[in-house]
């Protein structure tokens, strides 16, 4: 090494390629022993980079219950890493990637990447957690006749959109909180009813059921034929009869 002639040799701005390798020193005589020499054993030098982060860990949309993943890419000498909630550390957190259920909406996340040179803290970011959609208030079942019109409500909440059904099918153009339906025959209209509700943003693939309704179609109804005139002898039993069709709840002769 060019001027290292000293019983000392310091190394300045150091650098891994540069520097990082086995040194040794030859000692020389002085006189008559000027021609005798003897070298040192090796010493390694072994140079550390830095620690420094390469990507950030990124803010989190999630629904809830749902699993976050914060990631961190970091190079140097990296000893370990520590995951902070809310400036707290978190027990167990120690790898470049931390995955967290059920955190609450807001909560800050950062993590803190230790090397043998000096620690490197990461941004701090959020978790967005959205709620998923709740119902609060149940469609009801219904009774009515042909003819008439029937409307179902729902009432929910972190509702996105909804999706009424008839029979498991999906009624096409029913997707408001209410669906309101025009009643023509007990075969076609009467029957099993529910709403689909889905969530909003992030959760708008997360869907919950309603019960499951029945509207029971009742037909008017009519007379098919009408009592006869009859004529009969004093001390004779005389008998009328009639005919109808529809939902009949009974007869009241007058």
Excluded at 5 to 11: F, K, M, R
Excluded at 96 to 111: L, Q
Excluded at 118 to 139: A, D, F, K, R, Y
Aim: hydrophobic share 35%; glycine share 10%; net charge neutral.
């Amino acid at each position: 090494i060019s001027g290292a002639t000293n019983a000392t040799y310091e190394l300045t701005n150091i650098c891994k390629s540069c520097n990082e390798g086995a040194y040794k020193v030859r000692i020389l005589g002085t006189g008559a022993c000027l021609s005798s020499s003897i070298v040192s054993n090796a010493a390694n030098l072994v140079v550390n980079t830095p620690v420094s982060i390469s990507s950030q860990p990124t803010e989190q949309n999630v629904c809830s219950g749902s699993t976050a993943t914060f990631r961190v890419k970091a190079q140097g000498d990296i000893t370990g890493f520590q995951w902070y909630k809310n400036g707290i550390a978190i027990t167990g957190a120690t790898d470049s990637t931390y995955s967290v259920v059920g955190s609450t909406n807001g909560d800050k996340f950062k993590v803190e990447v230790k090397g043998l040179c000096g620690n490197v803290i990461s941004n701090e970011v959020l978790i967005n957690v959205t709620p998923t959609p709740i119902i609060s208030q149940q469609p009801l079942a219904a009774t009515k006749c042909v003819g008439e019109s029937v409307t179902f409500n729902a009432t929910a909440n972190n509702a996105g959109s909804y999706q009424w059904q008839y029979k498991g099918v999906n009624i096409p153009g029913a997707t408001n909180a209410s669906y309101t339906r025009n009643i023509v025959c007990p075969d076609c209209d009467g029957g099993a009813y529910r709403v689909i509700v889905f969530g909003q943003g992030v959760c708008s693939s997360n869907a919950v059921n309603s019960d499951e309704v029945i509207l029971t179609v009742n037909t008017p109804i009519s007379i098919t034929q009408q009592p006869q005139a009859t004529s009969v002898c004093v001390n004779s039993n005389a008998t009328f009869s009639v005919n109808a069709s529809g939902t009949i709840q009974g007869y009241q002769w007058y």
